[in-house]
């Protein structure tokens, strides 16, 4: 279900009852079977005789969204099952017969029980789910109990290893929606022809049903317009419009009414056109480059799961003061707030899923869940005119059963969204020291060849003049990484690793050499800003942070900000 904000959501955010469970005592009996009488029940003592070793109400709580490393301090580096709990009141809307029960993003694998019985079973960290509850709810009193585990797995979506903090939890909004039984699933709002300013409208109702009335209402545009539902429940229709088109410069949106029934969403869209010709990236019909820089979803100051509006316009404040019209939400989707803002900031979005390093291409539950997520990322954000590239992957090593699974998951992409780019972090191959080559046969499948490279720090620093690149795409090109480590705060000779004026040297370096790429149409550096990540342990410097951020963890500038500054004001 889309657009869950416009629904008159009830929201079930705030303090919940948590309850760790590090051999899952709550889920499995002592032969390893699945047991009847697991925390899912939430029971209570009925006799004083009764033996029952858990208590929710006796429990800790800890705030929901959010995730529990950085809220109970056992937890920072936990991995593996906590229970959740919370009580609450709820009437029936008479009007409104069902019930969803929406969740923005648990990490990573969540078991939901609406008064004690199942409601449904979800897999993937970073992508919205929902439930149809009706038949579990109590008019009154009701409970939730969500078994959420995030124990990493070699089959999963990411894999086993990622340079990332495995923030566990249910780390994004919960809601319950009201909806008639026939209700609006999702819709889909654009500019299909620049030329002809033609925009295009299609919606999709959550069953097959023929014959509804959805009308689509741009006030400011003057448009007013009813469409039926097929015998699929869906609708289509084309109109003649004339928007002011959406731009980093001009980031127009328009309220957008939509109604079915007693339904009414509304939403705020913007017009835009997304294309390449040769190495060019046209925005609107005219060449673009793409200033960016890439972001993990943490929080500005402290680190912890960024989940609001304030959390995201702080970091893309960051990125707008360092001369962004881009950012690479990496390396899964981001929470809807966040790409929301960006569009209302006038900031240009690359979208990936966690399909990253070295995930198990030959097995077809680990296919069917990364499809899974692609899919519900595209369905989340479609109406946002900001994400202009879907990204399938990050950094996956060269074989046969790779190019299968990516060749499969882009072509998915493409027939889910035909109007934005598909791309995918790729890695350099080098024909001989100086000369680099980009070489992988996903290049076909991708709009815009990206890569990333690690000249000056995986790489030696003074190797970046010498170097030559040949990108044999008529595609344009994106440098989605490139960057390294330094500790704000510590000053030295630019030759001496983690000083922030190794940095400064390394983008230096770095950015002359991005300026002789032949048709070079952006680069999203890594990173804006210090994330906590296990693999970065070096004490003293690193302390638990990959230090490639522009911003500290604690948001100081270190002084290879500067530099990138300096180097957009001239892009
Ligand atoms: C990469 C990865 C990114 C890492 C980064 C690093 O290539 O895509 O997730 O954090 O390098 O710091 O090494």
Redesign the pocket.
């Given at each position: 279900m889309a657009n869950v904000l416009a629904r008159n959501p009830i929201s079930l955010n705030g303090s919940w009852h948590y309850i760790v469970d590090v051999q899952e005592e709550g889920y499995y009996d002592y032969r390893m079977n699945p047991t009847r009488s697991g925390f899912f029940r939430n029971a209570k003592p009925r006799r004083p005789e009764d033996l029952i070793e858990y208590d929710f109400d006796k429990a800790s709580t800890m705030q929901v969204p959010g995730d529990w490393n950085t809220q109970d301090p056992r937890l920072f580096f936990y991995e593996g099952t906590v229970w959740f709990e919370r009580e609450f009141e709820w009437h029936p809307d008479l009007d409104r017969s069902r019930t969803i029960l929406y969740f923005g993003a648990v990490n990573y694998d969540a078991y939901v029980y609406v008064n004690g019985s199942l409601a449904g079973h979800h897999v993937g960290g970073f992508t919205p789910f929902n439930f149809d509850v009706t038949d579990l709810m109590r008019d009154g009193y009701n409970f939730v109990v969500v078994k959420v585990d995030n124990k990493r797995h070699a089959e999963d979506v990411p894999t086993q290893i990622?340079?990332?903090w495995n923030y566990g939890g249910i780390t994004r909004d919960v809601l319950l929606i009201d909806v008639e039984p026939v209700y609006i699933e999702n819709y889909n709002l654009q500019l299909v022809s620049l030329e002809g300013r033609r925009l295009g409208f299609s919606v999709k109702l959550n069953s097959e049903t023929a014959g509804r009335q959805v009308t689509l209402s741009i006030p400011e545009l003057k448009i007013k317009k009813t469409v039926t539902t097929d015998a699929k429940g869906t609708a289509t229709i084309y109109m003649k419009a004339k928007p002011q088109l959406w731009s980093p410069e001009t980031p127009k949106l328009y309220d957008v009414v939509i109604e079915q029934g007693n339904e009414v969403i509304r939403d705020e869209v913007g017009f835009r056109k997304i294309e390449t010709r040769g190495k060019q990236l046209l925005l609107n019909g005219k060449p673009i480059f793409l200033r960016g820089v890439?972001i993990h979803e943490e929080k500005a100051f402290g680190g912890g799961r960024a989940n609001s509006t304030e959390d995201a316009h702080t970091l893309l404040s960051w990125a707008k003061e360092l001369g962004c019209n881009y950012v690479r939400l990496?390396?899964y989707p981001h929470n809807e707030y966040a790409v929301r803002e960006a569009e209302r900031m006038g900031i240009l979005v690359w979208s990936e899923i966690p399909v990253?390093?070295t995930i198990a291409w030959s097995n077809p539950d680990t296919y069917a869940n990364a499809e899974r997520q692609l899919t519900d990322m595209i369905k989340r954000d479609q109406n946002r005119a900001n994400i202009i590239i879907w990204s399938i992957a990050?950094?996956t090593p060269h074989s046969s059963e790779r190019d299968a699974f990516l060749s499969r998951l882009a072509k998915h992409a493409r027939s889910l969204d035909s109007t934005r780019l598909i791309s995918m972090?790729m890695?350099v191959t080098s024909a001989s020291n100086y000369r680099n080559r980009l070489q992988d046969n996903m290049s076909e499948y991708v709009d815009v060849v990206s890569f990333?490279q690690?000249v000056g720090?995986?790489r030696d620093v003074n190797d970046a003049s010498k170097m030559t690149w040949e990108i044999p795409y008529d595609k344009p090109v994106i440098i989605?990484?490139f960057?390294g480590?330094a500790k704000y705060g510590l000053h030295g000779e630019k030759n001496q690793r983690w000083t922030e004026e190794f940095q400064e040297n390394l983008y230096r370096e770095n950015l002359a050499m991005l300026d002789k790429i032949e048709g070079l149409a952006g680069t999203s550096p890594?990173?804006l800003k210090d994330?906590r990540?296990p693999?970065?342990v070096l004490n003293g410097i690193q302390d638990y942070y990959?230090r490639?951020g522009l911003f500290s963890d604690r948001g100081e500038k270190k002084k290879a900000f500067y530099v990138l500054q300096e180097w957009y004001k001239g892009k």
């Open positions: 990622f340079d990332w890439s990496a390396h990253y390093w990050n950094e972090a890695e990333n690690y720090w995986y989605s990484e960057g480590g890594w990173i994330f990540s693999r970065r990959n490639k």
